[in-house]
């Protein structure tokens, strides 16, 4: 099925032709959304941009367009206002048509992509023997959300969690174990990530003030790279007992990551950087092996380097990503690479994609995007810190949440004189508290920093997680109380929606819209968008509700209005699963 807004750009696009000749074929048609209800659904500003080239005035242009339009199917007769906008308003019987087509559908009217692509979508990716953070939680919640649209739409999704698991620090650290703590480089389990970021930051601080340390460390690093057995198997060590934290926030989360860390690409390193000098993009820099960037300069206006292979012959963070990319395009096959990372990492991607793009690795034919976002940050606007200063560990923070969800429940539960089974209270505390966090988050425009609140974020008012699992449990309250299976609606042959109440019609109007919703997200990656639509949907099902009666609504009437609710849930459930949120039935 086509979304409304295709048909409109289909229908508009053959009027151009046949109003202004063939010279129009493939001339943007400009139909948007009205920027206000009091203009209609949709509008189009193609008249005020082809004046120059018809050389006409703009309400000349319109009308002859309108003239040409046919859309009597879709909306009322079209009108002109202002310099020469079109105005359109879609008309009910369409609008029944549709919502009786996409009830059958368990798609909602979101069709599948035509060509489906291969996609990789980089997120999470923390870093070993370090805390993940919430840097890392917004990375991984914003990725999943990609992931999950992407799913939906039909393309072959690789999600990669791009772990930092190797470089330097492992030499330090296994150095620092072995005089400090030597069962953790041969017993499993010896330690737990608490212990290991601790002895991580005892082993930098010495690193940072003993010569001899820093020597022993370096020459751990050259044994981990040359393979040496003992070594080895203290960084695996390490790794799986950071890996095994991880997955206790992942399995939380709800989220699946494939692990492809920084150490698989390590054998592919040298060659990254012999080829570069083959292609003689390679300079040498105070001793580093750099490519010397088009359009970034320092102070003096001079090209930055991006250094590929230190001075002492490392390889570093934009080596393995030159190698990955390579790796992803050749080996995976991408069509599409997606990084999501903090916002500060921004320059590191443009200098990355840039160079390999140079090399000719990366071609016209892939996608390569980075997705920034920005800071978490406390109630007080600075760096998100626990009472005592410390980073947010976010098995704590998850925690709270759902020990703050489990609260605010008990008092609504007291304040309604309901009782409920402990079994009931831990589960919807659960629910409540994840979609919390996540929906905060990517409600948020990714690009600017986020307050991380719990008060606003369990509020049962406002753009929130609760309240639209509250809009979904009410219209699951509608089918207890009426005795109505959602289920058997769709059997029923003489089911048909009928729209003549204001708010059913907007109603309507919006549950037609998830389609152009997902297709701009899958384009923009900017989840906030179905977010506002999802809440968008539960104000104006809420709007509906309490003008228009449903159970107590007369035959037809009543079974329109119950296919209108089940709808507005089926498309809550269907919208907050893409979100990576499940709904509830009751809470
Ligand atoms: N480990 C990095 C960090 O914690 C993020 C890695 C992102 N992915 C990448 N391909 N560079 O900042």
Known sequence: MNSTIELLKTRFEQALVAAFGEELAGCDPMVVLASNPKFGDYQSNVAMSLTKQLKQKPRDIAQTLVDSLEIADLCAPPEIAGPGFINLTLQPAYLEAQLNTIYIDARLGVAPVKKPQRAIVDFSSPNIAKEMHVGHLRSTIIGDCIARILEFRGHEVLRLNHVGDWGTQFGMLISYLQEAYPQALTTADALDLGDLVTFYKQAK???????????????????????????????????????????????????????????????????????????????????????????????????????????????????????????????????????????????????????????????????????????????????????????????????????????????????????????????????????????ADLSQNRTSNYIFSYDKMLSLQGNTAPYLLYAYVRIQGISRKGEIDFSQLGEDRNREVILSEPTELVLAKHLLQLSEVILAVEADLMPNRLCQYLFELSQKFNQFYDRCPVLKAADRERTSRLLLCDLTARTLKLGLSLLGISVLERM
């Open 205 to 439: 601080h010495r690193f940072d003030a003993d010569e001899a340390f820093k020597e022993t460390s370096r020459a751990r690093v050259v044994q981990l790279q040359a393979g040496a057995e003992d070594t080895r198997r203290a960084w695996q060590l390490l790794c799986d007992q950071s890996r095994r934290e991880f997955q206790v926030i992942y399995d939380r989360l709800g989220v699946q990551l494939t692990e492809r860390g920084e150490s698989f690409y390590n054998p592919l390193l040298p060659a990254v950087v012999a080829d570069l000098h083959q292609l003689g993009l390679l300079q040498e820099d105070a001793g580093a092996q750099c490519v010397f960037l088009e359009g970034f300069t320092n102070k003096a206006g001079d090209p930055l380097p991006l250094i590929v292979q230190k001075s002492d012959g490392g390889y570093n963070y934009a080596t393995t990503d030159l190698a990955a990319l390579r790796y992803r395009i050749g080996q995976d096959g991408a069509d599409r690479i997606i990084y999501v990372t903090d916002a500060g990492q921004a320059a590191h991607f443009a200098q990355v994609f840039q160079v390999a793009k140079r090399a000719g690795w990366l071609t016209e034919q892939v996608e390569v995007v980075h997705v920034p976002f920005g800071l978490v940050q406390g109630e007080d606007g600075k760096k998100l810190k626990t009472r005592s200063g410390e980073t947010v560990r976010l098995r704590d923070l998850l925690d709270e949440a759902i020990a703050r969800a489990g609260a605010d429940l008990e008092s609504r539960l007291g304040a309604e004189d309901r009782t409920e089974t402990e079994e009931f209270k831990a589960q919807v505390a659960k629910v409540v508290g994840m979609s919390a966090v996540k929906y």
